[in-house]
């Protein structure tokens, strides 16, 4: 149990669903992030939130839409997905730059997605 | 860019030592981490280097040569249980975030 928690674990949709993956982190940490990491792929950062502010978006297809309404909470949503999408979303939290020290990012258990 | 190389696949017995290489190209340099990854579970940390030299954590150590791009992860005393990924990350920053390149990870089999 790292204090990062996300839901749903497991998530099954068709490509014209709309959806939204849930993380939550309990941790007191300023910055979030969002990664994607497929079979035989290394981690893919997708986004980072910095104190409630994208500060991040490396180049994700507008099918994916974050929001972070608070430094505690951070949501992936997912409209008209590809099958190539399919993948584990792993969503990490850490204290942030301006606290110092290494900023060890720690992930929550992950959603494991399948686009039909 | 951020280039990280580390090896695919690695065997060791149980009890023995395995050391996990690590090269890096990275501007921006501001720490190297490992994380171990079981099959199907979340990353979780090990260990962080941001200075030369060697970080040692119980069974695990992690050596980091900023001038060479390149850091090891040692595990000693190995056992069943250390059957895993072991990620190496690079972070840097640009923001008052920092981000991190992962390498493809070494799955590492530990057997009798």
């Known amino acids: 149990e790292t204090g990062v928690t996300q839901t749903p674990r497991h998530l099954v949709m068709g490509m014209t669903n709309k959806k939204s993956l849930k993380c939550e982190q309990h941790?007191?940490?300023?910055?979030m992030y969002w990664y994607k990491q497929s079979a035989k792929k290394p981690l893919e950062l997708m986004f980072v939130y910095s104190l409630e502010e994208r500060v991040e978006n490396n180049s994700v297809p507008s099918r994916f839409s974050p929001e972070c309404p608070n430094s505690s909470h951070l949501f992936l949503h997912l409209h008209t997905l590809q099958p190539e999408d399919s993948a584990l979303y792993l969503c990490?939290?850490?204290?942030?730059?301006?606290?110092?020290?290494?900023?060890?990012?720690?992930f929550g258990p992950g959603t494991r997605l399948t686009v039909l | 860019g951020q280039n990280i190389d580390q090896p695919t696949e690695m065997t060791a017995t149980e009890g023995a030592i395995v050391q996990i290489n690590c090269t890096y190209q990275?501007?921006?340099?501001?720490?190297l981490f490992w994380y171990q990854q079981h099959a199907g579970e979340a990353p979780t940390f090990l260990s962080y280097n941001v200075l030369d030299g060697l970080e040692e954590k119980g069974r695990f150590s992690s050596f980091l040569s900023r001038s060479k791009g390149y850091s090891y992860l040692l595990l000693k005393e190995l056992q069943m249980k250390d059957s895993a990924s072991y990620l190496c990350?690079?972070?840097?920053?640009?923001?008052?975030?920092?981000?991190?390149?992962f390498g493809d990870g070494t799955t590492l089999t530990v057997k009798p």
């Open positions: 941790l007191g940490h300023n910055a």
């Open positions: 990490a939290s850490s204290q942030g730059r301006q606290q110092g020290g290494p900023d060890t990012q720690y």
């Open positions: 990275t501007s921006g340099f501001n720490g």
């Open positions: 990350a690079v972070r840097y920053y640009n923001t008052n975030a920092g981000k991190s390149t």
